[in-house]
């Protein structure tokens, strides 16, 4: 997804969430701070938190070149530092969804939120493209055992599991997003942009890998099938990916 569709789709967020001034906003996993700049253009009182200090610097820097005021701090979604509903509306942009506990995280996000809150969630769907990404890896690296699978988040049934009893009404509203690349000739961007991400590796560093799978057993093999897979149904000509 390029800076531009994720912008698009954070703004997005802050309209359905109907973030007012002077609200108090959480952006949990936050990343590098797109939904925390999102909500600040709106002049709220935005805190935001991420385990990675690389993004929550990042994020810093984003905030200062636009003039916006955000507090970022360094923490985990499964154990919020904050009291019993500290924040009007809490938002997550593509980041709950990975954390290992999925449950505790749900919980989290209900106990921080006031009563009568919002909480905001950008969330991949189960059948779109990020999801047949993560399955094509998944078949090279399976997933640890027990985990759900974070697409558990772009459904409705998944959600009203995850947050049951502790929300007075559930809305979901799909959006598929087009990808464009900057540059190339329309109809040919996809096939150019992707086989030149999925080009093969140099000799030497194919033939490093294929000694390291001789001690896997063959999962190389397993990984260039399902990267093949992946090529020959997204790398064809103006397919617009869900």
């Known amino acids: 997804m390029t800076i531009l569709m994720m912008s698009e789709l954070l703004e997005l967020l802050a309209e359905a969430v109907d973030l007012k001034p002077g609200q108090r906003v959480l952006d949990v996993?936050?990343?590098?701070?797109?939904?925390s700049l999102a909500a600040a253009r709106r002049f709220c009182e935005v805190?935001?938190?991420d385990y990675v200090p690389m993004l929550l610097e990042e994020g810093r820097k984003r905030a200062e070149a636009e003039g916006l005021t955000v507090d970022f701090r360094e923490g985990g979604a499964e154990d919020l530092?904050?009291?019993?509903?500290?924040?009007?509306?809490v938002l997550?942009?593509?980041?709950?969804?990975?954390?290992?506990?999925q449950q505790t995280v749900a919980d989290e996000l209900l106990r921080v939120c006031k009563p009568g809150g919002k909480i905001g969630l950008v969330n991949w769907a189960p059948d779109g493209y990020v999801a047949y990404l993560f399955r094509t890896i998944g078949k090279a690296v399976p997933p640890p055992v027990g985990l759900k699978p974070p697409f558990r988040w772009g459904t409705e049934e998944g959600l009203g599991e995850l947050l049951d009893g502790?929300?007075?009404?559930?809305?979901?509203?799909?959006?598929?997003?087009?990808?464009?690349f900057v540059a190339l000739p329309i109809g040919q961007a996809p096939r150019r942009v992707h086989a030149r991400l999925l080009r093969p590796a140099p000799q030497g560093l194919r033939d490093a890998r294929r000694r390291r799978a001789k001690c896997a057993g063959g999962?190389?093999?397993?990984?260039?099938?399902?990267?093949?897979?992946?090529?020959?149904?997204y790398c064809s000509v103006a397919r617009r990916l869900p």
């Open 219 to 233: 999962r190389l093999d397993l990984t260039d099938r399902a990267v093949q897979s992946f090529k020959r149904r």
């Open 81 to 89: 530092p904050f009291e019993d509903a500290s924040f009007d509306v």
């Open 29 to 35: 996993a936050s990343g590098n701070g797109n939904a």
């Open 47 to 49: 805190v935001a938190i």
């Open 166 to 180: 502790g929300i007075g009404s559930l809305q979901m509203r799909r959006y598929n997003l087009m990808w464009r």
């Open 92 to 101: 997550s942009t593509l980041g709950v969804i990975f954390a290992p506990d």
